[in-house]
Antibody
Framework: EEQLVQPGAEVKKPGESLRISCKVS????????IGWVRQMPGRGLEWVGI????????RYSPSFQGLVTISADKSTTTVYLQWTGLRASDSAIYYC????????????????WGHGTQVTVSS | DILMTQSPSSLSASIGDRVTITCRAS??????LNWYQQEPGKAPHLLIY???NLDSGVPSRFSGRGTGTDFTLTISSLQPEDFTTYYC???????????FGQGTKLEIK
């Protein structure tokens, strides 16, 4: 079964570092880009960035560039989203999602989602 | 960056109604427009890709249309499970990210 498995929650203090994971299973890890999406409490979806696990080519939204780092580990088929200095405003649910393409390789979309990791940053 | 604007932000309707949600892009995105449904407390899931292609398993009461900058999602006959939130997303350009609309919450009247 194709799955993206994320930890349910992480609690940190402001200024701390954090790396959340997205474990891929059930399909070829390097066949698809993987993205991250943020959802702040009661708010909509925000595209954070994506990574191609084959060569770790990563692209970021300007809103998140320099604030987070996306990485991938082929040996463990896991994608990560990392912060080095958390702020209270980083509190949100973070979803990882597979970037699929249709059979004609024309259309691009998130076709497989993790359940999300609730990140809480509070003193 | 491509800005996606959905309207309305919320919509009240009754079971059996036909409803349409609109999504407008700030520049031409051809047909690179996806629609997602998100139930409370759950991850989003894909409904429509390429503006009009239903993802596997999506009921035929959902349909998408549009090209360029203006797109619509129509639900032909609302069912109880359809009262949730819908998002559009452009996948035309990663410059600025594959941005989402702000969402439309569909509420039961």
């Amino acid at each position: 079964e194709e799955q993206l498995v994320q930890p349910g929650a992480e609690v940190k203090k402001p200024g701390e570092s954090l790396r959340i994971s997205c474990k891929v299973s059930g399909y070829n890890f390097i066949s698809n880009w993987i993205g991250w999406v943020r959802q702040m409490p009661g708010r909509g979806l925000e595209w954070v960035g994506i990574i191609y696990p084959g060569d770790s080519d990563a692209r970021y939204s300007p809103s998140f560039q320099g604030l987070v780092t996306i990485s991938a580990d082929k040996s463990t088929t896991t994608v990560y989203l990392q912060w080095t200095g958390l702020r209270a405003s980083d509190s949100a649910i973070y979803y990882c999602a597979r970037h699929g393409v249709d059979a004609s390789k024309t259309w691009r979309y998130f076709d497989l989602w993790g359940h999300g990791t609730q990140v809480t940053v509070s003193s | 960056d491509i800005l996606m604007t959905q309207s309305p932000s919320s919509l009240s309707a009754s079971i059996g109604d036909r409803v349409t949600i609109t999504c407008r892009a700030s520049q031409n995105i051809d047909n690179y427009l996806n629609w997602y449904q998100q139930e409370p407390g759950k991850a989003p899931h894909l409904l429509i890709y390429g503006a009009s292609n239903l993802d596997s398993g999506v009921p035929s009461r959902f349909s998408g249309r549009g090209t360029g900058t203006d797109f619509t999602l129509t639900i032909s006959s609302l069912q109880p499970e359809d009262f949730t939130t819908y998002y559009c997303q452009q996948s035309y350009s990663t410059v600025g990210g594959y941005t989402f609309g702000q969402g439309t919450k569909l509420e039961i009247k």
